[in-house]
């Protein structure tokens, strides 16, 4: 049996523009879940280390709750049963929503760490100081914290982009999920995997550049 495959540039012309359209959809998921999850996680970290338990446990409850579930079950709960209470969400903002609010979690956590490594003389300084808390938090303990913890933020913003394919449960179609119906349609899928995990490639890579980029840039200053 012949197992020889002869690769089709023309079929693999064909669908590029799809592709590309697929993987727009993926960025843009990505773009605005990572931003969603950053924002969101540095509120949980802060919140969790409220001296008022009131605030502080339901927020540890929330973290933990999301961390022990799937993000499919998420995406399915948040697109499938939510309209049978009245909420209704398109497919995408759905999909950015469970992104973001999941990754959150796991950022919150970075941010602690973060947090907490910053010398327990600084709390002491501003409160000598009569600094109130938001000045406290955004001039003096922040600046310290968040550079330390951008590799780790950057690391979830590859995992994340690599998980948007699970979007197309909820029928968001990224790259991926043009890349699984043009193998649909003509059953070839050497050209469209191949393609797909190429273009993953050409975007994953550069973003793990860039952050360590930012990593050594934020590193160098004072």
Request: hydrophobic share 50%; glycine share 6%.
């Amino acid at each position: 049996m012949d197992l020889t495959y002869e690769w089709d540039w023309e079929y693999a012309w064909e669908i590029l523009p799809d592709l590309l359209d697929g993987l727009w959809i993926t960025i843009q998921a990505t773009f605005f879940g990572i931003i969603l999850a950053m924002i969101l996680g540095l509120a949980f970290a802060i919140l969790r280390r409220s001296e008022v338990r009131a605030i502080s446990w339901p927020t540890a409850w929330v973290i933990e709750f999301i961390r022990s579930t799937p993000l499919l079950v998420q995406l399915f709960m948040l697109f499938y049963v939510l309209p049978h209470y009245g909420i209704r969400i398109d497919a995408f903002t759905t999909g950015v929503l469970a992104l973001g609010i999941h990754y959150a979690t796991y950022t919150s956590e970075v941010y602690r760490s973060g947090i907490e490594g910053v010398p327990r003389g600084q709390w002491e300084a501003s409160t000598a100081l009569n600094l109130s808390t938001m000045t406290t938090w955004s001039r003096v303990i922040l600046p310290q914290a968040i550079p330390v913890v951008i590799p780790s933020l950057g690391n979830y913003l590859v995992a994340m982009f690599k998980e948007v394919p699970l979007l197309a449960f909820i029928t968001v179609f990224d790259v991926l999920g043009e890349g699984k119906a043009a193998c649909t349609r003509n059953f070839q899928c050497v050209e469209p995997y191949t393609l797909v995990g190429v273009l993953f490639l050409i975007v994953s890579i550069p973003s793990s550049i860039l952050v360590r980029q930012l990593e050594v840039r934020l590193a160098r200053q004072p």
